[in-house]
C-alpha cells in the first residue's frame, strides 16, 4: 500500500516523498508498540478511551516536515485551528508564540483539553501533544490532517492513556512492558 510520490524541492535539496501510511507490519496496540519505540501512523485509527482511563494523549513526532511554511505561524495557527476542528473538538481560545529568529509554540486550548505544537524549522521538526479527556475527540483525525499538512516524511505516534483508574498491577496491557 505504500505510494511513492513526486519529488519535491526543501531548501535546495531534492527529497522523494512517500506515503507514511502504511500497514503495520504486526497488529499491536499503541500501548504495546510504545515498548518498542514508535508505532506508523495508520495504527492511530485505533486511538480510543478505553474504561479505565480519563483521558487519552498522542505525542506526534514529524520529523523532516517537507513543508516551507514551518516558520510561518499564521499558516501553524490556521492548520492547528483546522486540525482541532476535524477532530470535532470546541476551540475555547488559541495562543502563539513565533521565537526570533526562527521557530513557534503555541496551543489550541479545547473544552475537551489541548492541541500543542513546538516548531523547530531549522531541523524540519515539528513536536505536537493532542490531548483529550472526553471520549467523542476523534485525536486520529488531527493527527493524520497535521502529518499531512506539515508533509513529514518520518512521523511517528505514541498514544498515552493518562488518568489510570485501574491499579497498573491489574491492568494487563501495563504488565506486558
Same mark, same amino acid.
Given at each position: ?31 504495546n508498540a510504545c515498548k518498542y519505540g514508535l508505532v506508523s501512523a ?16 498522542l505525542l506526534i513526532e514529524m520529523r523532516e516536515c517537507l513543508t ?28 502563539? !508564540? ?15 483539553? !489541548? ?30 490532517f497535521l502529518i499531512k499538512q506539515f508533509r513529514s516524511d518520518k ?23
Amino acid at each position: 500500500m505504500e505510494r511513492a510520490m513526486k519529488a519535491k524541492t526543501f531548501n535546495g535539496e531534492r527529497k522523494k516523498l512517500s506515503r507514511t501510511f502504511s500497514p503495520a507490519a504486526k497488529k499491536e496496540s499503541f500501548l504495546n508498540a510504545c515498548k518498542y519505540g514508535l508505532v506508523s501512523a495508520t495504527d492511530v485509527s485505533q486511538v480510543a478511551i478505553g474504561a479505565d482511563a480519563l483521558g487519552i494523549q498522542l505525542l506526534i513526532e514529524m520529523r523532516e516536515c517537507l513543508t516551507e511554511r514551518l516558520d510561518d505561524l499564521d499558516w501553524v495557527k490556521r492548520v492547528m485551528t483546522q486540525a482541532a476542528l476535524r477532530a470535532k473538538a470546541t476551540i475555547v481560545q488559541t495562543v502563539f !508564540h513565533k521565537f526570533n529568529p526562527i521557530g513557534i509554540s503555541g496551543v489550541v486550548v479545547i473544552a475537551e483539553s !489541548h492541541l500543542a505544537i513546538h516548531i523547530w524549522p531549522e531541523y524540519r521538526y515539528a513536536a505536537v501533544d493532542i490531548f483529550s479527556c472526553g471520549k467523542k475527540l476523534r485525536a486520529a483525525a488531527a493527527a493524520q490532517f497535521l502529518i499531512k499538512q506539515f508533509r513529514s516524511d518520518k512521523p511517528a505516534i505514541i498514544e498515552m492513556r493518562r488518568g489510570l483508574l485501574t491499579p497498573m498491577w491489574k491492568t494487563a496491557a501495563l504488565r506486558t512492558l
